[in-house]
């Protein structure tokens, strides 16, 4: 058995983490978790909540996408997806900032939810407007989010960005589709995107 083990659904944020999984190129276990139907009980061992994308490396859990992508990056340093110590201010800024701010106003204006005029200060992410001019104003002109080059910032970050471009939750910036085209023919996210459309279930 790998000592990493992989729990997940194509249908889900784990997604994120396949593809970080791909580039660290380490063995690893995949175990699927149906969504509709009760968790596996060593799954909900691990993860209590339930939730995927849930990855457990020699016995210790790791949950939140974001979380797991830092995780690794430092859990296997010869892959090369993290920056120096000393150089990872822009790594972490826009690592969370995705995971935070970044998701949180994609998701609350898909539910048609914002916070109400003139108390925007009162929540994490502002505005729906303002999160994404600052995502464009730190992509532009960029390759990657870090100056060292791709990272595991980058398969989060890339991933939001992927997704907000193709189901239209994120306008079509050209700071954007740059970004994402610059990420998207890389060879690990291509692999794992082949496993999880592979896995997907049947349309009817």
């Known amino acids: 058995m790998s000592d990493l083990v992989f729990y997940t659904n194509p249908m889900s944020r784990g997604r994120i983490v396949r593809w970080m999984l791909?580039?660290?190129?380490?063995?690893?276990?995949?175990?699927?978790?149906?969504?509709?139907?009760?968790?596996?009980?060593?799954?909900?061992?691990?993860?209590p909540m339930g939730k995927v994308p849930t990855l457990v490396h020699g016995g210790r859990a790791v949950t939140e996408a974001a979380a797991i992508c830092a995780y690794l990056a430092?859990?296997?340093?010869?892959?090369?997806?993290?920056?120096?110590?000393?150089?990872?201010?822009?790594?972490?800024?826009?690592?969370?900032?995705?995971?935070?701010?970044?998701?949180?106003?994609?998701?609350?204006?898909?539910?048609?939810?914002?916070?109400?005029?003139?108390?925007?200060?009162?929540?994490?992410?502002?505005?729906?407007?303002?999160?994404i001019d600052a995502l464009?104003?730190?992509?532009?002109?960029?390759?990657?989010?870090?100056?060292?080059?791709?990272?595991?910032?980058?398969?989060?970050?890339?991933?939001?960005?992927?997704?907000?471009l193709a189901f239209g939750t994120m306008p079509a910036r050209p700071a954007f589709q740059a970004y994402w085209n610059g990420l998207r023919d890389r060879p690990a996210y291509r692999r794992a995107t082949e496993i999880d459309d592979a896995l997907m279930p049947p349309k009817d």
């Open 22 to 47: 791909e580039e660290v190129g380490q063995p690893y276990e995949a175990r699927i978790v149906p969504l509709d139907a009760p968790r596996p009980a060593e799954f909900l061992s691990a993860n």
């Open 74 to 131: 430092d859990a296997f340093p010869e892959a090369g997806l993290a920056p120096p110590v000393g150089d990872r201010g822009a790594y972490y800024r826009w690592l969370f900032f995705a995971a935070g701010p970044l998701e949180t106003a994609v998701t609350l204006k898909g539910l048609e939810m914002a916070a109400p005029e003139g108390r925007e200060s009162t929540v994490g992410w502002g505005s729906y407007d303002r999160t």
């Open 136 to 164: 464009e104003a730190a992509l532009a002109g960029r390759p990657y989010v870090a100056d060292s080059g791709f990272s595991a910032a980058d398969v989060y970050v890339g991933s939001q960005v992927g997704w907000g």
